[in-house]
């Protein structure tokens, strides 16, 4: 990929995210390395697991075209600037993190911007990982669909519990981010 077809890519990533920031400046080196590694034949082809939701989870989103919802993008929130790129065919796992030790003033666009035309190993850095997604964490048609016998509502892919009473959802069985107002 040249310098034009970078900024270009970039400036794709900050029409999505809002904002021009480090976040999609590391995202998007992160996210090529990240495809350059896994290689997959098409997008179809591609898991990414991110381990932050701050700015970069966007440009990696956008460069790779994985979604939340297509369940080709997942969040293990550990707080880390990294994402690891699964092939689903050849099983191949990549882990890519943040490498950048430099430092520059997060309002000066031209010094983040230069960030992108760094050496990637400047920037970047990455292991071959194992991972170890479950079957019903895949793409594809729910594995299993149950009803919460506490608050009846679906639950989809295993994410119950089986308990004597029947399955029962997490919010149910180990409390919830949120109380009844
Ligand atoms: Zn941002
Ligand atoms: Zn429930």
Avoid at 58 to 79: E, H, N, S, W
Avoid at 109 to 124: G, I, K, S
Avoid at 125 to 143: C, D, F, I, N
Wanted: hydrophobic residues 40%; charged residues 20%; aromatic residues 4%.
């Amino acid at each position: 990929m040249n310098d034009l077809e970078l900024d270009a890519l970039l400036d794709t990533c900050v029409a999505f995210h809002g904002h021009l920031c480090m976040g999609q400046v590391l995202g998007v080196k992160l996210a090529l390395q990240g495809l350059a590694l896994a290689a997959p034949a098409t997008p179809r082809d591609l898991i990414v697991v991110v381990e932050n939701d701050r700015c970069i989870a966007d440009a990696i989103q956008t460069v790779t075209g994985t979604r939340l919802g297509r369940r080709t993008l997942k969040l293990k929130d550990y707080g880390r600037m990294a994402a690891t790129f699964i092939n689903t065919t050849t099983l191949r796992a990549f882990r890519v993190h943040t490498a950048y030790t430099g430092t520059c003033d997060p309002h000066d666009e031209a010094a983040v911007r230069a960030v992108l035309h760094l050496p990637d190993d400047q920037v970047v850095a990455w292991q071959e990982v194992k991972t170890h997604l479950k079957p019903e964490e895949m793409p594809g048609k729910p594995s299993r669909v149950v009803e919460c016998c506490t608050c009846g509502e679906r639950v989809f892919d295993g994410k119950d519990t089986v308990t004597a009473a029947g399955p029962i959802c997490s919010a149910c069985s180990l409390g919830s981010y949120y109380t009844l107002a």
